[in-house]
């Protein structure tokens, strides 16, 4: 069906940098709006940014201005440039993919199995 596979995770010291990504394979007829999320031992996933087919981006206010999302439609392919991390966004990292599967006109979220993220010295 749909895989969503993301990579880019590790260890990064506060202040460094770390790119995720996430390409989505399968019978995909469309993708809409892509996007990571983050889970937090003991807290909820929360929504980190998402970006529309067109590149509008919308983030969560705890990463303005220090991550950025892009995307390659062409690749199926979504990014998260994180720069100045916090120990404060040590988290596992899900990227989502709304999408339209071939001879299936109904959109549905399809989620990856998640990258661990690190922040520490």
């Known amino acids: 069906q749909v895989q969503l596979v993301e990579s880019g995770g590790g260890l990064v010291q506060p202040g460094g940098s770390l790119r995720l990504s996430c390409v989505a394979s399968?019978?995909?007829?469309?993708?809409?709006?892509m996007g990571w999320y983050r889970q937090a031992p003991g807290k909820q996933r929360e929504l980190v940014a998402h970006?529309?087919?067109?590149?509008?981006?919308h983030y969560a206010d705890s990463v303005k201005g220090r991550f950025t999302i892009s995307r390659d439609n062409a690749k199926n392919t979504v990014y998260l440039q994180m720069n100045t991390p916090k120990p404060e966004d040590t988290a596992v990292y899900y990227c989502?993919?709304?999408?339209?599967?071939?001879?299936?006109?109904?959109?549905?979220?399809?989620w990856g199995q998640g990258t661990q993220v690190t922040v520490s010295s």
């Open positions: 970006i529309s087919t067109g590149g509008g981006a």
């Open positions: 989502t993919a709304d999408l339209n599967l071939v001879l299936n006109p109904t959109p549905n979220r399809y």
């Open positions: 399968g019978s995909i007829f469309s993708i809409n709006s």
